[in-house]
């Protein structure tokens, strides 16, 4: 403000304009313009968005643990379509859908079977930036490519898995579309709202800002007796997960009746956090707040709340720095067992693909260096086979394969 200038109940309202609604009405249509223009910048917002890259018949070998040359028998038998050769006579490569195929035609089973139970997970922490969002995405990438059938639901209102997926909250999508009619209870089963995505075997629950009114739906009948309030979400699970080897919850960045709803449906939770001093006295936080949670939850059902595991992930780790090592080693001497053996590290790929409304597993070539771009692809796999391995341990059927690997089965 100039000086000299004094404001009293009589100055114009235009000088009062830079501080109040009119300023925050102006920011949210700024802010809505920039990302529609970086919507519209990173794909075509009247086309759906398609999953470009293609696996090699050696990667593809890989996946479903046989030999590229079984596969092109199998091919040049007929009882396999020959892949699309490219004006020079290449192969241009495989589809998921069709390396999905091929997983059928072998016989190659990844999921579970019928009669147990799908793991419904999520990645849990009470405090934003902590990626659960990037974790969620890039997770449920990485399970589908290995066979698994999916489903994400979006529990956060600002729909940032969402958008990752291709869809615009703001346009794409209304009210109908998200968990506020299974929570208003106008509808019984959670099966309206699921969608296909551009990874096969991949559906998502998108959501959008109307989401954040199930707070004040739930909150509404929290005062009523029963578990009706805190078990809503874990009734539309129910009626949709039979056909899902996993589903992943990607919660609000808050302790809410919403969030409060995704811990009482999850029956694994792993809890990311960065290896920063105030990231971790939030996460030392979050787990009172849980231990909190847990009795009330575990009191309004009626029943103890377990989980099949429950791990700490170390995540945005920057190897560079020495404070973030030093939290990284003494995490790792106090929690033992609680917390997973692999990190995700910290990455320019991880950002650079964000930025284009994207996974790292979507890229096409790498945005900074080749380097980088493996280490990534890396950690994050590492990662990721920790927790698959926790997953299929909980399902008999994998448990003597597992064994016989020389993972230890909990």
Not at 24 to 32: G, K, L, N, T
Not at 280 to 301: C, D, I, N, P, Y
Not at 349 to 359: F, G, K, P, S, V
Request: with cysteine; charged share 25%.
């Amino acid at each position: 403000m100039p000086q000299n200038v004094m404001v009293t109940d009589d100055t114009p309202t235009r000088v009062r304009d830079g501080t109040g609604i009119h300023a925050i009405r102006q920011i949210v249509s700024h802010s809505d313009a920039l990302i529609k223009e970086l919507r519209d910048i990173a794909f075509d917002a009247n086309a759906a968005k398609q999953l470009q890259r293609r696996y090699t018949i050696t990667q593809v070998a890989e996946m479903i643990g046989r030999s590229a040359n079984s596969i092109r028998k199998v091919e040049a038998s007929g009882a396999l379509p020959m892949p699309k050769l490219s004006e020079r006579g290449r192969r241009t490569g495989y589809t998921l859908a069709e390396v999905n195929g091929i997983r059928e035609h072998f016989g190659v089973i990844r999921g579970r079977q019928p009669g147990e139970e799908p793991i419904r997970m999520a990645f849990q922490n009470f405090k934003g930036g902590v990626g659960k969002s990037t974790l969620c995405t890039h997770f449920s990438q990485y399970l589908v490519e290995r066979g698994h059938r999916v489903l994400v639901i979006d529990c956060d209102s600002q729909a940032s898995t969402t958008t990752t997926f291709g869809l615009r909250p703001d346009l794409d999508l209304g009210t109908k579309d998200t968990l506020l009619p299974f929570f208003d209870g106008s509808k019984t089963s959670l099966d309206y709202a699921i969608r296909e995505t551009y990874w096969d075997r991949l559906h998502i629950i998108p959501s959008n800002l109307s989401l954040y009114s199930a707070e004040y739906e739930l909150a509404a009948t929290a005062g009523q007796s029963g578990p009706g309030w805190i078990g809503r979400l874990h009734e539309g699970i129910s009626t949709i997960q039979e056909n899902y080897d996993v589903v992943i919850m990607d919660p609000p960045p808050a302790l809410g009746m919403i969030s409060l709803n995704v811990v009482r449906s999850a029956n694994a939770l792993i809890i990311p956090t960065p290896p920063a001093m105030y990231d971790f006295h939030s996460t030392v936080t979050f787990f009172r707040m849980m231990e909190e949670v847990l009795g009330s939850v575990e009191k309004a059902v009626g029943h103890p709340l377990n989980y099949k595991f429950l791990k700490l992930l170390i995540s945005k780790y920057d190897t560079g720095k020495s404070a973030q090592e030093f939290m990284v080693r003494m995490m790792g001497e106090h929690y033992a067992r609680h917390i997973l053996n692999a990190a995700v590290k910290d990455s320019a790929e991880i950002d650079n693909a964000a930025a284009d409304w994207r996974t790292v597993y979507e890229l096409q070539k790498h945005t900074t260096s080749a380097k980088t771009y493996r280490r990534c692809i890396v950690s994050l796999n590492a990662v990721f086979r920790e927790i698959e391995m926790l997953i299929r341990g909980t399902w008999p059927s994998h448990q003597e394969r597992l064994e016989a690997e020389g993972y230890m089965v909990l």
